[in-house]
């Protein structure tokens, strides 16, 4: 049981404004437009006065950082972080999903940090394979879904069939709030399901400043959009009679997801994405200890650490960690105690870090994200927390890798910095380490949930442990977990292997999916369950 003493003073304080706080991350396929949804919901909450300070790319005032000599070369981003923003009348923490090449199990991670997500769709593809692994992070987490269609001012699909994907490939019914109006390309504004009114929009120069828009009554919608409208009441109440309806229940318990059609570019519908977090996604609720016991969000400060980054500050090559505030107040300057070493841990430098805007921050509560500046004792999966007793909570989880490479010393001499190095990189889950009883050299193989991983982990076995690290990638892309030791014999051969992970657990690997498959048909008995990407 928690028996820690609730902070009486400020009880009431911290429960309001953890009521307050709106805490989510964007998931989807690179490309389908989560920059630049960043930036306009920024811009909508009067952050940032000028679309393109969150976006890093050409020819925009970018804030994705070069910190590390890699990234600066392949000019991406590998850090994730936090958007602090007040709208209405609530505080949202926007929380960075790294994407593209970055994408790794930092990206999964943040998904532990967020108490809704908000799934960005392109609306000529529909459901593409990054945002279905994230989702799947989400459906094993429970994490309630809102799903935004973007991109709706070019030509795309069919609203009802984007619909209807949801349903059949992820079991998530839609329940459209929004209904466009006027097909993808055509984009004349959406009818309001719950108003049933039409909010027109009208253009602004390149989207640069919040869209203007027009509330109609259905009459004059009627009467000014002619077909169009006629069209999109249809549809709309076809979904009605679906099983469209909005059912927040349904919602909250992740079985059915509120739909927005819009523009991130045009600034199109963010401000009903914006209302409807507000309105609807989780406030949040006291996080369960590694005990199973409930830490009330009134009780003193906790928060565990979801993500470390090495070297954000070229000049000082710092480490921050980025902590996600469970419960209590954080005031800048307290001393932490960190239940996994049982020490200090001192908060003077405490930072809200999104891309390369810093800024210092002297409190924060539940729902919250903090960045602790010199961090170098604070791992991955770490919890923070003021006075007694200890408060801990479950370590992270690891994902299912796609990507594995055999590591050897580049330098014999160095063997044992190089053993050294990889426990710490393992226990910090840059990636994660697999050993194999058939490698006789006993090497162990590296796997990753994205390449970029590697080569963080390269570059910190050389530049923290002096031992260069020599990578020989196995053509493996397919994992399964094999639940029955016994039948290791039947799956190791040429063109598949078994490795073992440090937990226990053991992994069958295969080229590919069809390989995967012959398996499956040569040997029916074989148990090999899927790893969802949170186990
Ligand atoms: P990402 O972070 O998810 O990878 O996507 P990003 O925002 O960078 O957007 C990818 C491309 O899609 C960008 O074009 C962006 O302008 C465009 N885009 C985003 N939202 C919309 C939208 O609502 N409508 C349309 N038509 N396009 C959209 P780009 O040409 O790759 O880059 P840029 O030069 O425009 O920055």
Redesign the pocket.
Known sequence: MTTATPVTASSATVLAEAGRRRTFA?I?????????????LALHAKVISEAGAV?G????RGVVSDWMEMEKARGISITSAALQFSYRDCVINLLDTP??ADFSEDTYRVLSAVDCAVM?L??AKGLEPQTLKLFDVCRYRGIPVITFI?????PGRNALDLCDELGERIGLQAMPLTWPVGDAGHFRGVLDRRGGHFVRYQRTAG?ATAAGEEHLPPSQAEAEEGANWTRASEEAELLGASGGEFELERFLNATATPVLF?????N?GVRQLLDLLVEIAPRPTARLDAAGDPRELDTPFSAFVFKVQTGMDRAHRDQVAFARVCSGVFERGMVVTNAATGKPFATKYVQQVFGQQRSTLDTAFPGDVIGLVNATALHVGDTLHAGKPVVRFPGLPSFAPAHFAVARPADLSRSKQFRKGIEQLESEGVVQILRSLRRGDGAPVFAAVGPMQFEVAAHRLDAEFKSPVRLEPLPYTVVRRLADPKQRSIVDGNRTEVLTRTDGVDLALFPDSTALGVMRRLHPEVRLESLVAGT
């Open positions: 964007v989807s396929h690179p490309d389908a437009g989560k920059s630049t949804m960043t930036e306009a976006h790319k050409a020819g925009r994407g593209h960005l392109d609306a973007n991109k709706w001012d070019r989207g819009g523009s991130a570019v045009l199109f």
